[in-house]
């Protein structure tokens, strides 16, 4: 799902190092044709989803000079994040923060708790 102007996470603003995803529909059926009850995958310590939005990434500190021909008003750099939006992430729910937009359920997870993204490439 990419962002676009019309939807509703255009005014959605991720902070620091953090992404914005998409829980994936869980299996309703085991491999061998066993339904499961509900919540069951949920409480699994590996979850997977689509990245929604990201923050810009991680502050690089600025030198502390203190010299009066500089601007006052400096712009922060970021190291960006390897996430991007439409990414499939592979996370630890334990470092993940559930919450409800909307209602609708999202996870807002760290950088550090992707495990792994699938991106569709175009060559």
């Given at each position: 799902?990419?962002?676009?102007?019309?939807?509703?996470?255009?005014?959605?603003?991720?902070?620091?190092?953090?992404?914005?995803?998409?829980?994936?529909?869980p299996n309703?059926?085991?491999?061998?044709?066993?339904?499961?009850?509900?919540?069951?995958?949920?409480r699994e310590?590996?979850?997977?989803?689509?990245?929604?939005?990201?923050?810009?990434?991680?502050?690089?500190?600025?030198?502390?000079?203190?010299?009066?021909?500089?601007?006052?008003?400096?712009?922060?750099?970021?190291?960006?994040?390897?996430?991007?939006?439409?990414?499939?992430?592979?996370?630890?729910?334990?470092?993940?923060?559930?919450?409800?937009?909307?209602?609708?359920?999202?996870?807002?997870?760290?950088?550090?708790?992707?495990?792994?993204?699938?991106?569709?490439?175009?060559?």
């Amino acid at each position: 799902m990419r962002l676009t102007t019309d939807n509703k996470f255009k005014k959605l603003i991720v902070i620091g190092d953090r992404v914005l995803i998409r829980p994936a529909k869980p299996n309703e059926r085991t491999d061998t044709g066993l339904y499961l009850p509900p919540g069951v995958g949920e409480r699994e310590k590996v979850q997977q989803g689509y990245v929604i939005k990201t923050g810009p990434g991680y502050a690089i500190p600025l030198p502390v000079e203190e010299e009066t021909w500089k601007s006052s008003e400096e712009q922060v750099k970021y190291v960006p994040l390897q996430a991007k939006e439409g990414d499939l992430a592979i996370f630890l729910l334990s470092g993940a923060t559930e919450v409800l937009y909307e209602n609708d359920k999202y996870y807002i997870v760290p950088q550090s708790a992707i495990l792994m993204l699938e991106r569709e490439e175009e060559m």
